[in-house]
């Protein structure tokens, strides 16, 4: 014991030394930025009119560089936290101009008046003073993510882990980590491989790597919706149409996801998994939870719900974290610019268009949503909050235009690694312990998108199935010679109305309510006709449009269709003329190279409200798990086939297995209810099992015990609503 107090008394007396080392070292160098500043910019000055000597000009440049650390450190939290009200947008860029402000300040306690700069030149030096404190003091730390998890301590007042023999630890919180679109093959090949040794140690340490299985819709909208709501019912894909409403709903519109949490909350009859003290960060849906930041549901809203609170303050309490975020977004877009050069040099296949916006998409998606997420999490660990969920989305916006595997989608993965791993370690100041699991939402499948395999769009190949005007590139194909052959044989001479241009043959709602939607959800494609009320089965569409089904099945890049049937209730078609009915479907039959389950997946996507008038899902190829999206996509989901179905669970082994030995985790509704219950764990037995005074009258009765999900009972409204 003697020797472990005096090993810690050493400990601590080395960790003083190295943090007064590094503070007169950012001193110094800061003191020599000003110095070149002032030499640099002709509106800064930190000499009197009548000039200085060399020595007292030094002095006033640290007189300066000290104070404007010392304001930094001190007065820019309470700032910061004054400002909680302004939107995190707004913050952000306020972050430069109250920064030259603070300069300013630490300008005029200078004295005899030897500092003075113009308003707009402070915001200049402000951000470079930051920018370099910032770097001299990553290039001195072991890693610059330990030094912005100090950064993290100081503002909560946590300077050190706590220590459980001497302080009684509280039920353990849990962070749920949703890595996007990271599939359960993908993460075992980045361990592999040496790209993410965090998640390594954890499984050489006992952790579960659950594969689980998604539903037909194998999107973000569809599992996380399930994940945290305990309901997809009624989300037949990405984005579809809605006949009864003439909706077009979209996942990722605020809209939509308003409306999609609304109808799943009024289902289940609960908030949502993080309806006890939970925050949800860069989530589609809030999951019931107070907290909320990046979150899509409340995006569009005005009002005090969406205004920037925990993990904005966190990340914007430090003015050295907005330099930080807006170097690596500049760095972020020029890697993007130069990995699309070199596809296009080498002329890799596939390969989509990567140019206009996409680069700042991309750096928005992999360093600020980033940076945002990962330190509102920190923030909320360090708060001790008892359930936190947070989407990481870098991997799959990349992986969509780059490819699920690949140099490009190696980076990141190895980014988020050191993310999860600067997670893991702010867990051990936190007020309490942490159970961390890493999931995912849905995998990603490689391919060529449709259009590039054949030269035309599922929208091309379905309006010259019904017969309507095309696009002139179309008809130059083979798949669209093809197509006008079928139509021809059905409908004389339609192919030889007037040709649309380009623009207008893209147009995701039709002219005329005749004729059809055609929209695109990876490698699933929806066909609805807006004019009929009712979903029409198949003997209706080939009464309307003889040809169509017909030119759809026989396609080669495409897999299968559902369509309604007055005769059979539901089928299924596919190539050569094969049609089996929904309740006969079986994984040996035509959905056979789907794998198992999928016929159970397309069983329940039949039953839904809303599912479209034509389903369509592309091929795939198990030799080299292929699909073929349609939509600009060369990394896909949605659909069935391959990797996009098979996401991942990673559970610490002091949790219960998520399912028993030899069953299968099949559907997001399952994994909630996985969730739920080792939410349940966490907080321990909510009556005793066993009581010395246990007594008939005094005995817990089965009324007493938590209900099973989900809840029966009136609906408890979203605290978000």
Same mark, same amino acid.
């Given at each position: 014991m003697g020797e472990g107090r005096r090993g810690g008394g050493a400990d601590r007396w080395r960790?003083?030394?190295?943090?007064?080392?590094r503070v007169l070292t950012v001193w110094a160098v800061s003191t020599i930025t000003l110095l070149a500043l002032a030499g640099l910019l002709p509106d800064f000055q930190l000499q009197s009119a009548d000039g200085d000597s060399l020595t007292r000009t030094a002095l006033t440049a640290a007189w300066a560089a000290g104070a404007f650390g010392l304001l930094t450190a001190l007065v820019w939290p309470l700032v910061v936290r004054a400002l909680l009200l302004v939107p995190a947008l707004v913050l952000g860029t306020l972050v430069f101009f109250l920064n030259g402000s603070l300069l300013l300040v630490a300008l005029w306690l200078i004295p005899d008046g030897r500092g003075a700069a113009d308003p707009e030149t402070a915001v200049v030096v402000a951000a470079v003073m930051s920018a370099v404190a910032s770097a001299t003091s990553t290039a001195l730390a072991v890693r610059d993510d330990d030094a912005y998890r100090r950064r993290l301590y100081r503002?909560?007042?946590?300077?050190?882990p706590r220590d459980p023999?001497?302080?009684?630890?509280?039920?353990?919180?849990?962070?749920?980590?949703?890595?996007?679109?990271v599939g359960h093959e993908v993460l075992r090949s980045a361990v592999?491989?040496?790209?993410?040794?965090?998640?390594?140690?954890?499984?050489?340490?006992?952790?579960?790597?659950?594969?689980?299985?998604?539903?037909?819709?194998?999107?973000?909208?569809a599992s996380q919706l399930g994940i945290l709501h305990g309901t997809n019912e009624d989300v037949p894909a990405f984005r579809w149409y809605e006949k009864d409403t003439g909706r077009l709903m979209v996942s990722n519109r605020p809209a939509s996801a308003v409306e999609l949490q609304r109808r799943a909350v009024r289902r289940t009859g609960?908030?949502?998994?993080?309806?006890?003290?939970?925050?949800s960060r860069g989530n589609l849906f809030s999951g019931g939870a107070d907290q909320v930041a990046l979150v899509l549901t409340v995006a569009a809203r005005r009002g005090s719900r969406n205004r920037s609170r925990a993990g904005y303050f966190a990340y914007f309490s430090d003015p050295a974290n907005a330099v930080r975020t807006a170097g690596s977004f500049v760095s972020e877009v020029v890697r993007e610019t130069a990995q699309s050069t070199r596809a296009r040099l080498r002329r890799e296949r596939p390969r989509i268009r990567r140019g206009g916006t996409y680069p700042f998409v991309r750096a928005f998606a992999t360093v600020i949503e980033r940076d945002v997420v990962v330190a509102a999490v920190m923030g909320d660990m360090l708060a001790g909050r008892t359930a936190v969920y947070a989407d990481l989305v870098a991997y799959d916006e990349v992986a969509h235009h780059s490819g699920p595997q690949g140099r490009d989608t190696d980076q990141v993965l190895r980014r988020l690694d050191r993310s999860v791993a600067l997670v893991a370690r702010v867990a051990e100041h936190a007020p309490r312990p942490y159970r961390i699991v890493l999931l995912s939402d849905h995998g990603q499948s490689p391919g060529d998108t449709f259009e590039g395999a054949y030269g035309l769009t599922l929208k091309d190949l379905v309006r010259a199935g019904c017969?309507?005007?095309?696009?002139? +590139?179309?008809?130059?194909?083979?798949?669209?010679?093809?197509?006008?052959?079928?139509? +021809?044989?059905?409908? +004389?001479?339609?192919?030889h109305r007037p040709v649309e241009t380009g623009e207008e043959a893209e147009r995701e709602l039709p002219a005329r309510p005749s004729e059809p939607v055609v929209l695109a959800s990876g490698n699933l494609g929806l066909v609805s006709f807006?004019?009929?009320?009712? %979903?029409?089965?198949?003997?209706?569409?080939? %009464?309307?449009?003889?040809?169509l089904l017909r030119t759809l099945a026989q396609h080669q890049g495409i897999g299968f269709l559902l369509v309604a049937s007055a005769e059979h209730g539901a089928v299924v078609l596919a190539r050569d003329g094969v049609e089996v009915p929904v309740a006969e479907l079986a994984d040996d039959g035509p959905l056979a190279v789907f794998g198992r389950g999928a016929a159970d997946a397309v069983r329940r996507t039949n039953g839904f409200p809303h599912v479209a008038d034509v389903m369509v899902n592309s091929m795939y190829d198990p030799a080299t798990g292929a699909v073929h999206a349609f939509e600009e996509q060369i990394g896909s989901h949605g659909g069935l086939g391959g990797e996009q179905a098979h996401p991942f669970l990673l559970s610490p082994p002091e949790?219960?297995?998520?399912?028993?030995?030899?069953?299968?985790?099949?559907g997001a509704e399952r994994v909630h209810r996985v969730l739920r219950r080792w939410l349940r764990e966490s907080d321990g037995p909510q009556v005793p099992l066993e009581r010395p005074d246990a007594t008939p009258e005094n005995s817990p009765s089965a009324a007493d015990a938590e209900p099973a999900l989900p809840a029966e009972g009136p609906v408890v409204p979203d605290k978000n609503h």
């Open positions: 960790t003083t030394g190295r943090t007064a080392v503002l909560t007042g946590r300077t050190r023999r001497t302080v009684p630890a509280p039920p353990p919180g849990t962070v749920f980590l949703q890595l996007d679109g592999a491989d040496g790209l993410m040794p965090t998640v390594e140690g954890w499984l050489e340490t006992g952790h579960r790597l659950t594969p689980w299985r998604t539903d037909w819709s194998s999107q973000t909208g609960d908030g949502g998994l993080l309806t006890l003290d939970g925050a017969g309507l005007p095309v696009s002139r +590139r179309v008809g130059r194909t083979r798949s669209g010679a093809e197509a006008r052959d079928a139509a +021809r044989d059905a409908l +004389r001479n339609a192919l807006p004019d009929v009320p009712h %979903r029409m089965t198949k003997e209706e569409i080939d %009464r309307r449009h003889p040809a949790l219960s297995p998520p399912v028993a030995e030899g069953e299968e985790l099949v």
